[in-house]
């Protein structure tokens, strides 16, 4: 049986732990700072070198640590890919924006433990040579925002952050930065925008890829909250033995937000890819099931943007076997790996890391209806096809779910779907497409069985006299 | 009407415009939120000071106020009241949580956007994904955060609501 593994969350839920400097110093704190700041120039064979700087960002591409926000890309990579001969300067972002529907595992540590946020964040930019920092947290975590202030406050007075950091010449400043309500701001190019101050609409790429043209048109890295923690613990542990934990190319661990209708509700870190999903919603340690007499209808495996998994569903899992030759197993819902690289081939993605329970009390119709509402109200309404898209889309579904359904509101769904993925700037479009496409096509008989009951019962097919009364749902 | 602030209201703008030494356009948000904590909404003239604070246009500062969901136009209720729209506090009751609140204070719960009581004690607001799905439903009173809303904890929280 997989057990909870606490990396991250290991002090921010044991008793007496507090979010004050001192707490944290006296749990090691800053301590991989220290040790990172006094690394020597290490000598290579050939009679090359590797700078400290060098040598920190080899080892977070070495732990082959995955971006936790929601693309899952490798950050060592990410890094890699900064344009460090512009001249210009370089700068950092902490993605704090955490606001995919289902997601609640940054809000832990930014409330809890937020030096461990700020040592990762330090020996990131110093790995960087980045000297200017901003962590962008949404604008609904007001204590947040105020936690993170002070604990900025108590690392600038202990010389963690400043001109000159404990003496060794480093330059390295942070700020806190809210944002204001809208979701688009979890987007890496929108957030970029949103901290110059102007609406959040994404920039096309290319040519705006942060790592060359990001904040100011400079280079610029942004990292979710829990990425930046692990490279602390990756400094700590040596990019060999990180990489020990979690499975091959799925490393780590990784903090998983369960929510929707199973019994025990709540954010566990485990190592990515031990436990399946069976586990997780079943197991006593972790959901411990579903409410009596319920059965299992779907789960939502990624944040509300990742597409649906129906109960009862087989995926071709492709895995090493014995001799060592890729072989494709039949693999039932219950028994996929939560990783990474088994969601992708199940036709999804892990994105957030954020599980949403749905059993067989939950009408689909309804459920796909609140989520096409929360994406057409976030809409930024830069791309036409999003912005006029996801309204229809939601109007349908509010339709639907107000007695006036039609059998061909699911062909319909689908269409309109179809054709705002990859016509946008931004992947806001396949978020809004995907559950709708993945909803209606698993339960299509569910979409055409309301809609046929609605039809019937106002005598026929086509939009019935009083159907303005439900027309438009509330944005 | 001017907008009139004070000598530590705007000690504190500074040090907020101060955090972004490259282009002080980026302390707009942090200098809305500053304002609206303060007067409790935005009104136009505070969109002129914030303005020329930053050496920008009003426009570039209106457009902030009425893209982002949190910048509010008008003054609420003393207690601002935010309930979770989205999937999984819907599944854990808030559709019925907001209900009850709308019905407490004699408003429309299918009406978008803030509403006030008529006493202007409260404002009731339906918004999205507040990141707490794991303790459906969940609210907001002003800044504090409660977790697990059944009716009765509602109602305790407006019991402390003075």
Known sequence: MPQEFKLILKNADSPGYTPDIECYLRHGGYEELKKSLALQVKELAEGKKQTPQEQIRDEVLKSGLRGRGGAGFSAGLKWSFVDRKSGKPIYLICNADESEPGTFKDRQILHKDPHQLIEGMIISCFANDVKLAYIYIRGEFPKGAKILNQALKEAREKGFLGKNILGTGVECEIYVHRGAGAYICGEETGLIESLEGKRAYPRIKPPYFPAVLGLYMCPTIVNNVETLCHVKHIMKMGAGEYAKLGTPNNTGTRIVSLSGLVNKPGYYEVEVGKATIGELIFDPQFGNGLRPGRTLKAIIPGGSSSKILKAGEKYKLKKKGADGQMVTVDTDLLDLPYDFDSLMQAGTMSGSGAIIVMDDSVDIVEALANLSEFYAHESCGQCTPCREGSLWMSKALHRMTHGHGRKQDADYLLNIAQNIQGRTICAFGEACAWPVLSFVKKFKEDFEAKGAADEAKHGGAGPSKDMKIAASPNH | ?162
């Not at chain 2, 004699?106 to 339906?126: N, R």
Request: hydrophobic content about 35%.
């Open chain 2, 1 to 162: 009407m001017s907008f009139t602030v004070t000598a530590s209201f705007e000690a504190e703008i500074d040090e907020l415009i101060s955090h972004y030494p490259v282009n002080k356009r980026s302390a707009s948000l942090m200098l809305l939120h500053a304002v609206q904590e303060q007067y409790g909404y935005i009104s136009k003239e505070a969109i002129e000071w914030i303005a020329s604070k930053l050496g920008l246009q009003p426009i570039n500062v209106y457009e902030l106020v009425t893209f982002y969901p949190m910048f509010r136009q008008e003054q609420p209720g003393k207690y601002v009241l935010k309930v979770c729209r989205t999937l999984s506090c819907a599944l854990g009751g808030s559709h019925k949580l907001h209900h009850h609140l709308c019905d407490k204070f004699g408003m429309d719960p299918h009406k978008h956007g803030l509403q006030t009581s008529k006493d202007g004690k409260f404002s009731v607001e339906f918004v999205e994904c507040l990141a707490s799905c794991g303790t459906a439903p969940v609210m907001m009173c002003n800044e504090d955060f409660h977790e697990g809303v059944s009716h009765e904890k509602a109602e305790e929280i407006l019991k402390k609501c003075s």
